[in-house]
């Protein structure tokens, strides 16, 4: 970052020699271009005289949009989390930008794009957002307003409007790498305020560190004529495009460097990287296999990845798979000590005459609550589902109601049950997601009693009753979950395996036969463990950083993560993972509580695209130092 010494002068004027960073930039002196006609008219306004005119979008408060803020979507197979709030959001990558072919389109946010308003798309701070862009290649800077979602495209980090990249000097290039730096508008911007800004007005300091403090100036070149090119989110190079220059205010002597010069700069960058050698290529991942079903899906349980799926989100009928549900409330009444393994359950007569699949208990009979579980996830008895349903539910409506409520809790938002069997019913559904969702819920909170799907059989009134998931005695690394089947639902199968450490969920609805959805799940398996791979990139309560905290009686304190953070990656690319650490609530200053999030901690793939974000939170109270600590601190944050 080009930000200047001098704004950082302390509150008590401490005198200081001023440092003042050089800045080389090229000067073009091109004559300004007539627009070129362009194969066919567009639907949008020509340019203006001096596009470098435009002014940048000003911050200020907006509410959160309606439009394009969930908690999270996928897009291209990969899973975005949209970001609570823009607050201390730094971030460098590749940035791209759109043009007249996007003009007018509807935006992510409702909006419409306008190519030449200061806006931009990201994918994940909130809408609407502000941010100051910065070409990390010239020096340029602009503050734009984030109102739409992408890019979408391997290692992009942010999507600019037309004008906004005419402003930083990267139409020509098509993309540039940037610093993106989140702005709220109540705070002021760190860099406006200092040498770096949009126009030459002087800085608001005493007149003695005037003369020797340069201003950059930007914008102040020849204006930018219509591109050849339309530009595009897939990184298009449009036409070259007179470069803006720079200048330096009267109170320096004007400087222009020869483009051969940063030519020269530039070829030296250029054998640097060769030097440094060819990053290793990801091996190619081909398309998942076709399978014989309605819908399906293929996650990481720890990572949450998607790595394939079909009709993921259509509503599905889910047959006995409902029975994962009825497990996981009968799992959370065990849990909370509602209920024991060993309670005896009165078998009702409604349960006895249950339809379907059935564990054949008699009516009226007193049965051991882990017998009747046996029996529904096992034999997917309808008689034992019910008969636990009445236990811990009271009845089997009230008990439809605890599924709903727990579902919504475990983020199924497409799903709704009426029944404890899966027993068809209008308003009885799912969807392949969600049943993923409550597989890795199951796994990951229960698993003192997840083995209860792995068995193969179990007996019961002298009836040997066998597990109808084949893929148990097929593939050793399979170990649950769930079968189900009615005429109008097909034939389905929620799979979960475990191979080395890695484990995926399946999720295959509507199948033609037993021996479709077991080959279909096998496919799906086989084709994660092949092209992909799950690494632990850091440990829950592992120390990431030990920053000073002022006012504190100990000076310094160890933050880091409060869970596990797992990433899934092209198999053999384990090793391009790379993580970074920041403090998004510096200076740091005690009292602290414990678990408060401080600060991000963000991984990033062999492209540089982001996979996985976690909080930075203190693991101990941060407590407040004695009168004398936090007195010198006082001082000291006068210099931060």
Not at 290 to 299: C, D, F, H, K, Q
Not at 476 to 493: I, M, N
Request: aromatic share 8%; with cysteine.
């Amino acid at each position: 970052m080009m930000r200047a010494a001098g704004s950082c002068l302390s509150r008590a004027r401490v005198p200081a020699a001023v440092l003042c960073a050089a800045i080389l930039a090229a000067c073009s002196t091109a004559a300004r271009r007539k627009p070129e006609a362009p194969a066919r008219a567009p639907a949008v306004p020509p340019p203006p005289a001096n596009i470098d005119s435009i002014p940048d979008a000003v911050p200020r408060p907006e509410p959160r949009s309606a439009h394009g803020n969930p908690a999270f979507y996928d897009a291209l197979g990969k899973r975005y989390f949209v970001l609570a709030a823009a607050d201390g959001y730094l971030e460098r990558g590749v940035a791209s930008w759109y043009g007249p072919t996007f003009h007018g389109v509807s935006t992510s946010s409702g909006e419409r794009y306008d190519m030449y308003g200061m806006t931009a798309a990201h994918k994940t701070l909130p809408l609407p957002s502000y941010a100051r862009v910065t070409n990390l290649r010239n020096g340029r800077s602009v503050v734009v307003r984030i109102n739409d979602r992408g890019p979408f495209v391997a290692n992009r980090l942010i999507d600019l409007s037309y004008t906004a990249a005419a402003k930083l000097d990267m139409l020509r290039e098509g993309t540039t790498l940037v610093e993106v730096r989140a702005l709220i508008p109540t705070q002021p911007d760190p860099l406006s305020s200092g040498c770096m800004r949009p126009a030459c007005a002087r800085p608001s300091f005493s007149r003695r560190w005037r003369a020797k403090r340069p201003c950059i100036v930007y914008g102040s070149g020849p204006s930018t004529a219509w591109p050849s090119s339309t530009g595009s989110r897939s990184g298009s190079r449009p036409s070259a495009l007179p470069m803006p220059a720079w200048r330096w205010t009267k109170e320096l002597p004007m400087l222009r460097l020869s483009t051969a010069v940063v030519t020269a700069l530039a070829s030296l960058s250029a054998l640097a990287t060769l030097l440094a050698g060819p990053a290793r290529a990801a091996a190619p991942i081909p398309r998942p296999p076709e399978v014989n079903a309605r819908a399906y899906l293929l996650i990481d349980h720890f990572s949450g990845r998607v790595l394939a799926q079909q009709h993921a989100d259509d509503r599905m009928e889910p047959a006995s798979l409902t029975k994962l549900m009825t497990a996981y409330v009968v799992f959370k009444a065990l849990q909370e000590g509602r209920v024991k393994l060993t309670d005896p359950v009165t078998v009702s007569e409604h349960a006895w005459r249950a339809e379907g699949s059935r564990t054949f208990v008699l009516v009226g009979t007193q049965i051991p609550l882990d017998i009747l579980l046996k029996g529904m996830i096992v034999q997917s008895g309808n008689d034992a589902t019910i008969a636990l349903a009445e236990r811990v539910g009271g009845t089997e409506p009230a008990f439809a109601q605890i599924m709903n409520e727990y579902a919504r809790r475990i983020g199924m938002k497409s799903s709704s049950f009426e029944n404890s069997d899966g027993l068809p019913s209008p308003g009885h559904y799912t969807t392949a997601r969600d049943m993923a969702l409550l597989a890795s819920a199951l796994i990951r909170e229960f698993p003192q009693y997840y083995s209860l799907f792995s068995l193969k059989e179990f007996m019961w009134n002298n009836i040997r009753q066998g597990n109808r998931n084949g893929l148990l005695g097929k593939d050793p690394s399979v170990d649950g979950l769930k079968t189900g089947h009615t005429d109008s639902a097909g034939y389905c199968l929620v799979t979960s395996a475990n191979r080395t450490g890695m484990r995926l969920v399946s999720v295959v609805m509507g199948a033609a036969s037993v021996k479709a959805r077991e080959e279909a799940s096998a496919a799906l398996l086989n084709y994660g463990y092949t092209f992909f791979e799950t690494t632990k990139v850091k440990g829950a309560r592992e120390t990431v950083l030990k920053p000073r905290v002022y006012k504190s009686a100990g000076e310094f304190a160890a933050v880091g993560i409060p869970y596990d953070i797992y990433v899934t990656v092209g198999r053999g690319q384990a090793t391009s993972i790379k993580t970074s650490a920041r403090l998004t609530k510096e200076p740091l200053v005690a009292p602290l509580p414990a678990g408060k999030p401080v600060g991000e901690v963000t991984v990033t793939d062999a492209t540089g695209e982001v996979v996985a974000r976690a909080p930075l939170v203190p693991f101990a109270p941060v407590a407040e130092g004695g009168l004398w600590t936090r007195a010198v601190d006082d001082v000291a944050l006068w210099f931060h």
